[in-house]
């Protein structure tokens, strides 16, 4: 754990954010996540001093994991700290660092050293931008961007600089609302701020003078709806539509789906309860540590476009990864190229597996981890000695087929979302759904703890 604890060492010369001394109302605590999304959005919306005018030339899962939008100050937007994270979650289940994220210790250490090295990333990531020329053109036959750039180093310096501050100003953001300002984290708030602008511009996009309508509604004022079933060029239309409801009515359908097990308190006979599994067990997870992956995969193929030779056996195999495991965009885009599509569905759904197997030994739902807190909290399951190693195999039979099933439910709902052209992607509709559902759990639980003051004495809350 050397290089975790020096990372962590690294973060007390880093500004953060205390909690409040008191814990703040829940309108109050409303009021600053509503400020923080107030700022991610003016971020979303400046643009980088000393660059020319972007397009939003990003490729849709990078913009919509990582909430970022080219040629502003959210160019990089989450991506560090949940490349961050990811890296440390992957060494920690891998056994490469021994840390049990249960213990508030080595909870505390985790968090330290991701702020760490999210605040490093930033400052690569922006660096490797800079150097790549990626704002700027390459004087006329130069061949090394980083000295052939046409761009001034001072203006480099400061879109470095730029970049960098405004990933700190995020980490802090997400900070706040965690410690306790405000609700939830700013990870989960910009992804599902970034899916439902998406949406909406897949919905009513309109760009004034020009002859295409991007988004379905403008569309449909003045085009036959016979003819917005299918769009080329990934553009919105009714099949995404119909695709993008159904999907938000199964994934709101299979939340409220729960799979029970019977248990019985040691300490006072005769209470029965029920132990509600979620048949989704994994949730989104699966596809949000996929989307990642890929988006990195994507970002580092941007970040080396001018750096590294796509002719070279390195360039070849990082392009085609990238282009195989990115989702299509519709159904003609998926008809165009269906080697692509069929290896894209597939290699998804297995690494959705992985994935979610993985997560559950990672975050402690493996039945092992189950049984003994199930003791520990002095439930049994009826029938059955109180001994873990038995409970443990009672629980294998419900948790590794949940476990199995809600990877592959995932898996398959991101991929045929994408397949068909769902508006916000397979991956944004996954994640907006599970984090609006989180909201509204988190939400709820307060409003209860401030109707009923007893209540938060019973929880400890004071």
Not at 345 to 360: D, E, K, Y
Not at 374 to 403: F, H, Q
Request: net charge positive; hydrophobic share 50%.
């Amino acid at each position: 754990m050397g290089i975790v604890a020096a990372l962590a060492k690294m973060a007390n010369y880093i500004p953060t954010i205390s909690k409040p001394v008191q814990k703040p109302s829940l309108y109050r605590r409303l009021a600053w996540t509503g400020i923080v999304l107030v700022i991610y959005l003016i971020m979303a919306n400046t643009p980088l001093f000393g660059i020319a005018k972007q397009g939003q030339t990003q490729i849709d899962l990078q913009r919509i994991i990582f909430a970022s939008k080219a040629g502003t100050l959210m160019e990089l937007g989450i991506g560090p700290i949940v490349t961050a994270g990811l890296i440390l979650q992957v060494l920690i289940g891998a056994k490469i660092i021994d840390m049990d994220l249960t213990d508030p210790d080595d909870k505390r250490t985790f968090t330290a050293a991701q702020k760490t090295l999210a605040v490093l990333f930033g400052i690569f990531e922006a660096s490797m931008y800079v150097l790549g020329c990626r704002y700027w053109t390459l004087a006329p036959g130069a061949g090394n961007p980083i000295t052939g750039c046409t761009a001034s180093w001072l203006d480099r310096t400061l879109v470095i600089i730029e970049l960098s501050l405004a990933t700190f100003i995020v980490i802090l953001m997400d900070e706040m609302l965690q410690k306790g300002w405000g609700i939830g984290s700013a990870i989960s708030l910009f992804i599902l701020a970034g899916v439902a602008e998406t949406m909406m511009w897949s919905l009513l996009g309109f760009v004034p003078g020009t002859a295409n309508y991007y988004g379905f509604i403008p569309a449909l004022l003045k085009t036959p709806v016979m003819d917005l079933i299918v769009r080329p060029r990934g553009f919105p239309d009714l099949t995404g539509l119909i695709f993008t409801l159904g999907i938000i009515l199964l994934l709101v359908y299979t939340q409220s789906t729960r799979v029970e097990i019977p248990i019985t308190s040691q300490r006072m006979r005769g209470i029965r309860s029920k132990i509600p599994l979620q048949f989704m067990y994994v949730t989104n997870i699966p596809v949000l540590l996929l989307g990642i992956t890929v988006a990195d995969l994507q970002l580092l193929g941007n970040l080396s476009a001018n750096l590294l030779n796509p002719n070279s056996i390195w360039g070849k195999i990082l392009g085609d990864t990238v282009y195989y495991l990115s989702p299509p965009r519709g159904v003609l885009m998926s008809l165009a190229d269906p080697v692509k599509t069929v290896v894209f569905a597939v290699s998804w759904t297995v690494i959705s597996i992985l994935f979610g197997f993985m997560w559950v030994e990672i975050a402690g739902l493996n039945p092992s981890q189950q049984a003994e807190n199930l003791v520990k909290s002095g439930m049994e399951i009826p029938g059955m000695r109180r001994n873990p190693k038995i409970i443990e195999r009672v629980l294998a039979k419900y948790i590794y087929p949940l476990t199995l099933l809600s990877s592959i439910l995932v898996g398959i709902i991101a991929v045929t979302a994408d397949i068909f052209g769902a508006y916000g992607s397979g991956t944004g509709i996954l994640l907006a759904v599970g984090i609006i559902y989180q909201y509204y759990t988190m939400i709820s639980y307060e409003r209860a703890l401030e109707t009923y003051p007893l209540l938060r004495r019973i929880l400890g809350e004071e």
